[in-house]
């Protein structure tokens, strides 16, 4: 069973930036489609960036042009660049392995991220 370790949030205020990693344990991660997904608290959970094996990736119209996830194979590390943070970013970050956008193995525990002055 592959287990997911995400971490590098914190708390920032508006229009700073972080950088999330989730690491992957098990062999063949440079195979897979990988997501970011987020989680605000009483709200449900939602796919914000997506990785494809070949590099090519997706976001989420609310994220665009300020988030940018990337992966390191050789670590089994997928990456989420958050730059221009705002307020409504404020949520529970996970990754997971996407399959046709649908998240497959267990999730991790997840890592905060607060944007607040």
């Known amino acids: 069973q592959v287990q997911l370790v995400e971490s590098g949030g914190g708390l920032v205020q508006p229009g700073e930036s972080l950088r999330l990693s989730c690491a992957a344990s098990?062999?063949?991660?440079?195979?897979?489609?990988m997501g970011w997904y987020r989680q605000p608290l009483g709200k449900q959970r939602e796919l914000v960036a997506a990785i494809a094996s070949t590099g090519s990736t997706n976001y989420a119209d609310s994220v665009k042009g300020r988030f940018t996830v990337f992966r390191d194979n050789a670590k089994n590390t997928v990456y989420l660049q958050m730059n221009s943070l705002k307020p409504e970013d404020t949520a529970v970050y996970y990754c997971?392995?996407?399959?046709?956008?649908?998240?497959?193995?267990?999730w991790g525990q997840g890592t905060q991220v607060t944007v607040s002055s």
């Open positions: 098990g062999s063949r991660f440079s195979i897979y489609a």
């Open positions: 997971n392995r996407l399959v046709g956008n649908v998240p497959t193995w267990t």
